[in-house]
């Protein structure tokens, strides 16, 4: 999927051809693309750094080993490894302050995971790690909670919203009996799609009239 870089003067995009995966930084005035190269394996684009000066992406080696790597833009400095294992990674948005980047992660048993890196120390956390899908996360934009697609399989995809400080990591823990968490609907949005899908939070109730008030395009979204 083609990224924009924050400043809207690059875009990233990954090719194909003949299996062979490249990966390539278009300058969206000029229309000039410059390759950052290829791989035989698979590459996939993820984030921007939040000044769009460095790249976030991941590969596969020939052994099928993932691995997300960080790297300038212009190419100035080499590509460094953020973090490596044997399943699917990708790195999916970096935080404000650039210190964090989220990452996506496929297991057997959970299926997608997110987990969390502090690109400073290199350490990983685990935010979610239920049995279903949790996909298309993003940080807010002051870096306190982040969103998200919540699909168990076969189920109801629900966009949750999260604390990133205190996630819920299992599927116990969204469990309202248990955690004194809140999983319900707020309402229905539209948000342009051709079937909505239920917007629900996992907000202490306390918090719940302190979050920002949603908005997607003409539809509003409000706490209920």
């Given at each position: 999927?083609?990224?924009?870089?924050?400043?809207?003067?690059?875009?990233?995009?990954?090719?194909?051809?003949?299996?062979?995966?490249?990966?390539?930084?278009?300058?969206?005035?000029?229309?000039?693309?410059?390759?950052?190269?290829?791989?035989?394996?698979?590459?996939?684009?993820?984030?921007?750094s939040p000044d769009s000066q460095d790249?976030?992406?991941?590969?596969?080696?020939?052994?099928?080993?993932?691995?997300?790597?960080?790297?300038?833009?212009?190419?100035?400095?080499?590509?460094?490894?953020?973090?490596?294992?044997?399943?699917?990674?990708?790195?999916?948005?970096?935080?404000?302050?650039?210190?964090?980047?989220?990452?996506?992660?496929?297991?057997?048993?959970?299926?997608?995971?997110?987990?969390?890196?502090?690109?400073?120390?290199?350490?990983?956390?685990?935010?979610?790690?239920?049995t279903a899908n949790e996909l298309g996360?993003?940080?807010?934009?002051?870096?306190?909670?982040?969103?998200?697609?919540?699909?168990?399989?076969?189920?109801?995809?629900?966009?949750?919203?999260?604390?990133?400080?205190?996630?819920?990591?299992?599927?116990?823990?969204?469990?309202?009996?248990?955690?004194?968490?809140?999983?319900?609907?707020?309402?229905?949005?539209v948000c342009g799609m051709a079937s909505?899908?239920?917007?629900?939070?996992?907000?202490?109730?306390?918090?719940?009239?302190?979050?920002?008030?949603?908005?997607?395009?003409?539809?509003?979204?409000?706490?209920?």
């Open positions: 999927m083609p990224t924009l870089s924050p400043d809207g003067r690059s875009l990233a995009i990954v090719t194909t051809v003949n299996g062979t995966y490249a990966l390539h930084i278009i300058d969206t005035v000029s229309g000039m693309a410059t390759s950052h190269g290829s791989v035989d394996t698979a590459e996939y684009m993820g984030a921007w790249l976030f992406w991941s590969y596969a080696d020939d052994a099928g080993r993932y691995s997300i790597v960080r790297q300038r833009a212009d190419r100035t400095d080499n590509v460094t490894v953020i973090y490596s294992e044997d399943n699917y990674v990708v790195p999916k948005d970096v935080s404000a302050d650039g210190n964090r980047l989220l990452i996506s992660a496929f297991r057997d048993s959970t299926f997608w995971d997110t987990l969390e890196v502090e690109l400073a120390t290199g350490e990983v956390r685990v935010l979610l790690n239920s996360i993003n940080y807010s934009p002051d870096g306190n909670w982040f969103s998200y697609t919540h699909q168990p399989i076969g189920g109801i995809r629900n966009l949750r919203i999260a604390d990133a400080a205190t996630p819920q990591p299992s599927e116990a823990a969204m469990d309202p009996a248990r955690s004194g968490m809140v999983d319900k609907p707020i309402k229905t949005a909505p899908i239920n917007v629900v939070t996992s907000i202490p109730w306390k918090a719940r009239h302190d979050f920002p008030r949603l908005k997607c395009r003409a539809s509003h979204i409000h706490h209920s």
